[in-house]
């Protein structure tokens, strides 16, 4: 691979970032104001196919730059951060037993987004 591919995965993984996380907020924001939207069709799919790419395009970087979760300090944080990402989304948009639960972990959510984004930028899990 050259260079200019793994720029090219790297554009791919954070525009899906952006997208994933704009998917996120926006599903939330319906959850809060109108939950109906949840039940469209696309709301339920495109979500899973960006995060897909998401994940598919973040071992791509991790092969390419020979940089690995339990290796590599920085993208251990990144995974773990992710799970906590993922467990805290799950418990905002589907298995929140009371509106105000379903709020908390949305917006905890954002905070491990932001969390995950200053450890990808630095590559420290140090960033506060």
Not at 22 to 31: A, C, E, I, S, T
Not at 63 to 76: A, E, F, I, K, R
Request: net charge positive; aromatic share 10%.
């Amino acid at each position: 691979m050259t260079g200019m591919e793994y720029g090219e995965i790297k554009a791919v993984h954070v525009t899906c970032v952006a997208a994933s996380y704009g998917l996120f907020v926006g599903r939330g924001l319906w959850m809060m104001l109108k939950p109906e939207r949840l039940q469209q069709h696309w709301v339920r799919i495109v979500p899973h196919v960006v995060d897909t790419l998401l994940l598919i395009s973040a071992a791509a970087l991790a092969y390419l730059s020979h940089q690995y979760p339990g290796v590599d300090n920085w993208l251990t944080a990144k995974v773990l951060g992710l799970l906590c990402y993922i467990i805290l989304g799950n418990v905002a948009l589907k298995r929140g037993k009371t509106r105000q639960t379903r709020i908390a972990a949305w917006i905890a959510a954002q905070g491990v987004f932001a969390y995950i984004v200053l450890v990808a930028l630095t590559r420290s899990p140090l960033v506060f």
